[in-house]
């Protein structure tokens, strides 16, 4: 088997408050880009659709450009940054640091139902 996808036509786009979501579903991989305005930030954007105090996706991603903090619920934090590879567990809240947009790869599989209400 062979399948290839273009990030510029993604099978499906999510819009919430300050960002988007695009979707490629793909045999084994659900590959998500994810647009995060100034001002975004998970509690306030994604929180109220989730209905959970806090995210609790797992992420395994690429950071494009922006910067992002990330708060762990047990307090730990820690600042993403343009060019850097993360892994992020659930259990946690997260922002867009500064005025530039975020953009991110996201290959986790954990965006079936991220940024739906």
């Given at each position: 088997?062979?399948?290839?996808?273009?990030?510029?036509?993604?099978?499906?786009?999510?819009?919430?408050?300050?960002?988007?979501?695009?979707?490629?579903?793909?045999?084994?991989?659900?590959?998500?880009?994810?647009?995060?305005?100034?001002?975004?930030?998970?509690?306030?954007?994604?929180?109220?659709?989730?209905?959970?105090?806090?995210?609790?996706?797992h992420h395994n991603g690429y950071?494009?450009?922006?910067?992002?903090?990330?708060?762990?619920?047990?307090?730990?934090?820690?600042?993403?940054?343009?060019?850097?590879?993360?892994?992020?567990?659930?259990?946690?809240?997260?922002?867009v640091i500064g005025d530039e947009?975020f953009i991110a790869y996201d290959?986790?599989?954990?965006?079936?139902?991220?940024?739906?209400?």
């Amino acid at each position: 088997m062979i399948e290839v996808k273009t990030v510029d036509k993604p099978d499906e786009r999510r819009d919430f408050r300050l960002g988007h979501l695009e979707l490629l579903n793909m045999t084994g991989l659900e590959f998500a880009i994810a647009t995060f305005e100034p001002g975004w930030r998970w509690s306030e954007s994604i929180g109220p659709l989730a209905g959970t105090p806090s995210c609790q996706v797992h992420h395994n991603g690429y950071c494009l450009q922006g910067r992002l903090r990330v708060r762990m619920d047990d307090g730990a934090e820690a600042e993403v940054g343009e060019g850097d590879v993360f892994v992020i567990s659930p259990g946690h809240d997260a922002w867009v640091i500064g005025d530039e947009t975020f953009i991110a790869y996201d290959f986790s599989g954990g965006m079936t139902a991220y940024g739906k209400g």
